[in-house]
């Protein structure tokens, strides 16, 4: 069956790291625009990053650009976010889903697949 796993998530401090995982199984990501989205209580679910299936075309909102990285591993059908200098305001599930139009759109709707979610909490 077609699965999109998520791991990585957790408690950190301000200031700390965290790397989440997706992991593919029943399809090959590499054909896919895979993106990383957020929902935090109360909000709405929101785009953070995304990477196209080639030419190695990446987006990133502009509340995480120059602190978090998207970068795929097609070898072991994993895509990763490395989320550095969270912030407090960084808290939500974080969600991944897979764009069977290889392209990054930011948008929800466009997603064919989604993962579970993984919580992550930044707190002091």
């Known amino acids: 069956q077609v699965q999109l796993v998520e791991s990585g998530g957790g408690v950190v401090q301000p200031g700390g790291s965290l790397r989440l995982s997706c992991a593919g199984s029943?399809?090959?990501?590499?054909?896919?625009?895979i993106g990383w989205f957020r929902q935090a209580p109360g909000k709405e679910r929101e785009g953070v990053s995304c990477?196209?299936?080639?030419?190695?075309?990446?987006n990133y909102a502009d509340s995480v650009k120059g602190r978090f990285t998207i970068s795929r591993d097609n070898a072991k059908n994993t895509v990763y976010l490395q989320m550095n200098s969270l912030e407090p305001e960084d808290t939500a599930v974080y969600y991944c889903?897979?764009?069977?139009?290889?392209?990054?759109?930011?948008?929800?709707?466009?997603?064919?697949?989604w993962g579970q979610g993984t919580q992550v909490t930044v707190s002091s």
């Open positions: 990477i196209s299936s080639s030419d190695d075309v990446r």
């Open positions: 889903a897979a764009d069977g139009s290889g392209f990054c759109s930011g948008y929800a709707s466009t997603q064919d697949y």
């Open positions: 029943g399809f090959t990501l590499g054909y896919y625009g």
